[in-house]
């Protein structure tokens, strides 16, 4: 070896071992364990009967359930999916979709640039497409945002467990026996992986109907071999009956359901352990049970609810009366060129576009100059057009500035849908503002709609005093339903009457492009509706109102997605949110039907806690539970008129 290569060999090993130990010190940290691939559940399971068959009624051990959720289950009718075709292909949701028959696929989420895990994609049969966890830290959706089956994952890998938090969950089923999960629920996931199996343990906290969180778990074995093969579910009418009335839903009266001791004594067990609740969680119920003793025939049983769970309503009411405040309002896309704007009082929507902005409802008065700056700040952002590249000489003299401005915020009109201050106080506020450029030039009414709404509303405005001229409705229709003039923003807007529902006043809007419903007072996704008996209002108008929403409305796939609904109040909907609250007014007008059958004043109808099941989801506010009992106990007595008549199925 001549001199030369000994020099260039020495000196090359210094530079070799500070290149390794930099590799070692750089190197990428150890990654997660591979969670990806095909897994089927393990079916050696101690509650295969649930997981396979079902439950049956009253079948509630195991669960922390309260007796709200006790008396939602308790009159839970398994024919309900029947005739409710919205409903009829729910998925699994999350928090119950492991628990299930289905196989699983878990693929990677990789960032392109970074070549990061961003997220895992998660599928199984029987859900509407693949659930995203997102591992990369985004925020979570606004409250005004939709909730899904499957809800917004955030996950985290601690240590070598992945752990999983779903929020913004639709109400759905805890168990398949009328056991029902809020739409307030939150799902905590632990995913560990010890080759070939993955054990998932499953964490429901429910605000509403548990006392206690809810844990369950699942092991998968890896499956390489499997498909998840698609699931085409269409609704349709298991029974066919032109004369089956559509606006009834099957629902066991309080105290009426036979089955609630079939299990009791087809197992010979107590039923006190039957019928759950945390205390028969624990092994030390084992001792109490000992002293019970099973029934000796199955028997109607007569439940008594008596937690806290039944003091919703009277601990709302017992709350201090607080202002309401307007410190967030936000807006939220629904779809397409749609928005909501929220946190104003009632729910506003939006229609944004080069040809303007239309309101549906403004807002409280109180709101109002936020309610402006917020559809300015949102109009400027959308008209914001980024430098690209063309393909042929532009006209303008100066590029940059062509590109860069833009019209000022110009709001066309306002479409109220009820008289309500927190759905039209802020009509003169707008109109008094620098957005005001409506079509009409120079304030001319007969070149444009300015404030529309059905001819009550304006009727019952012009009775109140101290309202500013400004805000009043300026043009009106009486029909069945009024098309704006012209198409906006590249859509048609239909206006429909829907009578005696809220009042005899009420509108719902329908921008035909994006396929999004305004609904007003009609509908929130999470109170009971405010029924103005005295402006015409009635329990069955909201339900063929809500027949009519529904029967507009089509689900992308699996009653979700599709048609989206802005409630008066509360977060984005679909078909589905819809659909619950739809068949929960049904439900609810029977029992208070039934209670005036049997001779009972107001007074005692209220003392009977009609609603006390569904109090915990729509009746947290003060007030709120009694006014509408009330509402649908006196259109309930009173003469129906003819346009309360409920309709056929077709």
């Given at each position: 070896m001549d001199r030369l290569t000994r020099f260039r060999i020495a000196g090359t090993l210094p530079l070799l071992a500070t290149w390794a130990a930099g590799f070692v010190f750089a190197q990428a940290p150890a990654s997660p364990p591979d969670l990806s691939g095909e897994w089927r559940r393990l079916t050696s399971h101690e509650d295969a009967h649930e997981r396979g068959g079902g439950p049956d009624p009253g079948e509630y051990?195991?669960?922390?359930?309260?007796?709200?959720?006790?008396?939602?289950?308790?009159?839970?009718?398994?024919?309900?999916?029947?005739?409710?075709?919205?409903?009829?292909?729910?998925?699994?949701?999350?928090?119950?979709?492991?628990?299930?028959?289905?196989?699983?696929?878990?693929?990677?989420?990789?960032?392109?640039?970074?070549?990061?895990?961003?997220?895992?994609?998660?599928?199984?049969?029987?859900?509407?497409?693949?659930?995203?966890?997102?591992?990369?830290?985004?925020?979570?959706?606004?409250?005004?945002?939709?909730?899904?089956?499957?809800?917004?994952?955030?996950?985290?890998?601690?240590?070598?467990?992945?752990?999983?938090?779903?929020?913004?969950?639709?109400?759905?089923?805890?168990?398949?026996?009328?056991?029902?999960?809020?739409?307030?629920?939150?799902v905590t996931e632990h995913v560990s992986l010890d080759e070939p199996y993955l054990t998932w343990v499953i964490v429901v906290n429910d605000p509403d109907y548990l006392t206690e969180p809810l844990v369950r778990s699942v092991t998968f074995i890896r499956a390489p071999t499997t498909q998840i093969p698609v699931y085409p579910c269409a609704a349709q009418t298991e029974e066919y009956r032109s004369d089956r009335p559509k606006d009834a839903v099957p629902n066991w009266l309080a105290g009426t359901n036979p089955y609630l001791t079939e299990v009791a004594f087809k197992y010979k067990v107590p039923l006190e352990g039957v019928r759950g609740g945390a205390e028969t969680i624990?092994?030390?119920?084992?001792?109490?049970?000992?002293?019970?003793?099973?029934?000796?025939?199955?028997y109607v049983l007569k439940p008594e609810y008596k937690d806290e769970s039944t003091r919703v309503a009277e601990r709302a009411d017992a709350q201090p009366k607080r202002e309401p405040t307007y410190d967030k309002v936000e807006a939220v896309h629904v779809s397409r060129n749609i928005y909501l704007l929220g946190g104003a009082g009632g729910n506003i929507t939006l229609s944004v576009g080069g040809d303007g902005i239309v309101m549906v409802n403004s807002g409280a008065m109180q709101a109002g100059d936020k309610v402006i700056a917020a559809i300015d700040q949102l109009n400027q952002a959308l008209h914001y057009s980024p430098p690209s590249a063309y393909n042929s000489a532009r006209a303008e003299a100066d590029t940059w500035q062509a590109e860069h401005s833009f019209a000022p915020t110009a709001v066309r009109f306002i479409i109220n849908t009820s008289i309500e201050p927190e759905y039209t106080g802020g009509n003169s506020k707008v109109v008094g503002s620098k957005l005001w450029h409506p079509i009409g030039v120079g304030g001319d009414q007969a070149a444009s709609e300015f404030i529309l709404a059905q001819e009550n509303v304006l009727r019952r405005m012009e009775e109140i005093t101290d309202l500013p001229p400004s805000g009043l409705p300026t043009n009106t229709y009486f029909s069945e339903k009024y098309r704006i003039h012209r198409f906006i923003n590249g859509e048609g807007i239909e206006v429909l009457h829907m009578p005696n529902a809220h009042s005899d006043g009420d509108s719902i809007v329908w921008f035909r492009g994006s396929d999004?419903?305004?609904?007003?007072?009609?509908?929130?996704?999470?109170?009971?509706?405010?029924?103005?008996?005295?402006?015409?209002?009635?329990?069955?108008?909201?339900?063929?109102?809500?027949?009519?929403?529904?029967?507009?409305?089509?689900?992308?796939?699996?009653?979700?997605?599709?048609?989206?609904?802005?409630?008066?109040?509360?977060?984005?909907?679909?078909?589905?949110?819809?659909?619950?609250?739809?068949?929960?007014?049904?439900?609810?007008?029977?029992?208070?039907?039934?209670?005036?059958?049997?001779?009972?004043?107001?007074?005692?109808?209220?003392?009977?806690?009609?609603?006390?099941?569904?109090?915990?989801?729509?009746?947290?506010?003060?007030?709120?539970?009694?006014?509408?009992?009330?509402?649908?106990?006196?259109?309930?007595?009173?003469?129906?008129?003819?346009?309360?008549?409920?309709?056929?199925?077709?």
């Amino acid at each position: 070896m001549d001199r030369l290569t000994r020099f260039r060999i020495a000196g090359t090993l210094p530079l070799l071992a500070t290149w390794a130990a930099g590799f070692v010190f750089a190197q990428a940290p150890a990654s997660p364990p591979d969670l990806s691939g095909e897994w089927r559940r393990l079916t050696s399971h101690e509650d295969a009967h649930e997981r396979g068959g079902g439950p049956d009624p009253g079948e509630y051990w195991g669960l922390p359930v309260n007796d709200a959720e006790r008396m939602r289950a308790d009159t839970y009718n398994g024919f309900w999916v029947n005739v409710s075709l919205e409903l009829q292909c729910r998925p699994h949701p999350t928090g119950y979709q492991q628990l299930g028959p289905d196989s699983m696929r878990i693929e990677k989420g990789i960032d392109p640039v970074t070549r990061q895990l961003y997220a895992y994609r998660i599928l199984f049969q029987r859900t509407p497409g693949e659930r995203m966890v997102y591992l990369d830290g985004r925020p979570r959706p606004s409250e005004y945002a939709a909730h899904s089956w499957e809800g917004f994952s955030l996950g985290k890998f601690e240590g070598d467990t992945l752990t999983i938090t779903a929020t913004h969950l639709k109400e759905s089923f805890i168990r398949r026996n009328g056991v029902e999960g809020s739409f307030r629920r939150t799902v905590t996931e632990h995913v560990s992986l010890d080759e070939p199996y993955l054990t998932w343990v499953i964490v429901v906290n429910d605000p509403d109907y548990l006392t206690e969180p809810l844990v369950r778990s699942v092991t998968f074995i890896r499956a390489p071999t499997t498909q998840i093969p698609v699931y085409p579910c269409a609704a349709q009418t298991e029974e066919y009956r032109s004369d089956r009335p559509k606006d009834a839903v099957p629902n066991w009266l309080a105290g009426t359901n036979p089955y609630l001791t079939e299990v009791a004594f087809k197992y010979k067990v107590p039923l006190e352990g039957v019928r759950g609740g945390a205390e028969t969680i624990y092994p030390e119920f084992q001792a109490k049970l000992k002293t019970l003793s099973p029934p000796n025939a199955q028997y109607v049983l007569k439940p008594e609810y008596k937690d806290e769970s039944t003091r919703v309503a009277e601990r709302a009411d017992a709350q201090p009366k607080r202002e309401p405040t307007y410190d967030k309002v936000e807006a939220v896309h629904v779809s397409r060129n749609i928005y909501l704007l929220g946190g104003a009082g009632g729910n506003i929507t939006l229609s944004v576009g080069g040809d303007g902005i239309v309101m549906v409802n403004s807002g409280a008065m109180q709101a109002g100059d936020k309610v402006i700056a917020a559809i300015d700040q949102l109009n400027q952002a959308l008209h914001y057009s980024p430098p690209s590249a063309y393909n042929s000489a532009r006209a303008e003299a100066d590029t940059w500035q062509a590109e860069h401005s833009f019209a000022p915020t110009a709001v066309r009109f306002i479409i109220n849908t009820s008289i309500e201050p927190e759905y039209t106080g802020g009509n003169s506020k707008v109109v008094g503002s620098k957005l005001w450029h409506p079509i009409g030039v120079g304030g001319d009414q007969a070149a444009s709609e300015f404030i529309l709404a059905q001819e009550n509303v304006l009727r019952r405005m012009e009775e109140i005093t101290d309202l500013p001229p400004s805000g009043l409705p300026t043009n009106t229709y009486f029909s069945e339903k009024y098309r704006i003039h012209r198409f906006i923003n590249g859509e048609g807007i239909e206006v429909l009457h829907m009578p005696n529902a809220h009042s005899d006043g009420d509108s719902i809007v329908w921008f035909r492009g994006s396929d999004v419903i305004g609904t007003g007072a009609i509908f929130n996704s999470d109170t009971y509706p405010d029924i103005d008996v005295d402006h015409g209002g009635s329990i069955q108008g909201v339900v063929n109102a809500l027949i009519r929403i529904t029967d507009m409305m089509i689900p992308e796939y699996m009653s979700q997605g599709g048609t989206l609904v802005v409630p008066g109040r509360g977060h984005i909907c679909d078909i589905a949110d819809v659909g619950y609250y739809r068949d929960m007014m049904m439900i609810l007008r029977d029992r208070v039907k039934d209670l005036i059958k049997k001779g009972m004043t107001l007074e005692q109808v209220k003392a009977a806690k009609p609603t006390m099941d569904y109090d915990p989801l729509f009746g947290r506010e003060p007030g709120v539970t009694s006014r509408f009992v009330e509402a649908v106990y006196r259109s309930l007595t009173q003469k129906k008129s003819t346009e309360e008549t409920a309709v056929s199925r077709p």
